[in-house]
């Protein structure tokens, strides 16, 4: 059973568009969550991360909104470039030892020229 | 520059067959992980271990083993290769005690059980 479940499990998007992608987690024990970035033939790299005590975390064209009530976070990349073309796994764990961290099952993006 | 050094990037065995799969990491780190990532399941985790010796079933640990003998060091073991286990495999590091840890991933290897 994914302690963290992630969608979509694939999205297409134009150039200059917005991609959206949705996560949901059940073990209130988790505060903290990163997203991760992986390109093909590349391990995954933490892309952007948020704490639980603030709800919105932005970085350049990267956004992540997180609800605590619902137990939802989602990322936002905004003018989406074909470079951003990656898989993206979002994930949660608690913030002083991850040893528990688990992992979405993966948004495989793609940026349309 | 931190590393997360895999030894292999590609491997074919034969069912049956007993495999190591490597993992070195320069950065001591207490924690290290190996995790199986297939497509639409995402990255699940195999074991960890958060120090020499000491080692935790993740979710998906049956036909798999473990082995950490020195602190830079994380080996998974299949104990008798099953085609079921053909999968890429990523190891990752991170440190404990600090605010916002940050998993830092090796490159995979692409087990092929034939």
């Known amino acids: 059973q994914q302690q963290v479940k992630q969608s979509p499990q694939s999205l297409i998007v134009q150039k200059g568009g917005i991609s959206i992608i949705n996560c949901a987690y059940e073990?209130?024990?988790?505060?903290?969550f990163p997203w991760y970035q992986q390109f093909p033939g590349k391990g995954p790299a933490l892309l952007i991360a948020i704490r639980p005590d603030v709800s919105e975390k932005k970085e350049g064209r990267f956004t992540i909104s997180f609800n605590k009530s619902a137990k939802q976070f989602s990322l936002h990349i905004m003018d989406s470039q074909p470079g951003d073309s990656a898989t993206y796994f979002c994930a949660a764990s608690r913030r002083y030892n991850n040893n528990d961290m688990r992992f979405g099952a993966g948004t495989r993006l793609t940026v349309k020229p | 520059d931190v590393k997360v050094t895999q030894s292999s990037r590609y491997l074919v065995k034969r069912t049956g067959e007993k495999v190591f799969l490597e993992c070195v990491q320069d950065m001591d780190h207490e924690n290290m992980f190996w995790y199986r990532q297939d497509p639409g399941l995402g990255l699940r985790l195999i074991y960890f271990?958060?120090?020499?010796?000491?080692?935790e079933k993740g979710d998906i640990p049956e036909g798999y083993s473990v082995s950490r003998e020195k602190k830079e060091r994380f080996s998974l073991i299949l104990e008798s290769a099953s085609t079921n286990q053909t999968s890429m495999y990523l190891c990752a590091s991170s440190l404990t005690g600090t605010v916002n840890t940050e998993a830092f991933f090796g490159q995979g290897t692409r087990l092929t059980v034939v």
């Open positions: 073990n209130t024990a988790f505060d903290y």
């Open positions: 271990s958060y120090d020499v010796k000491m080692k």
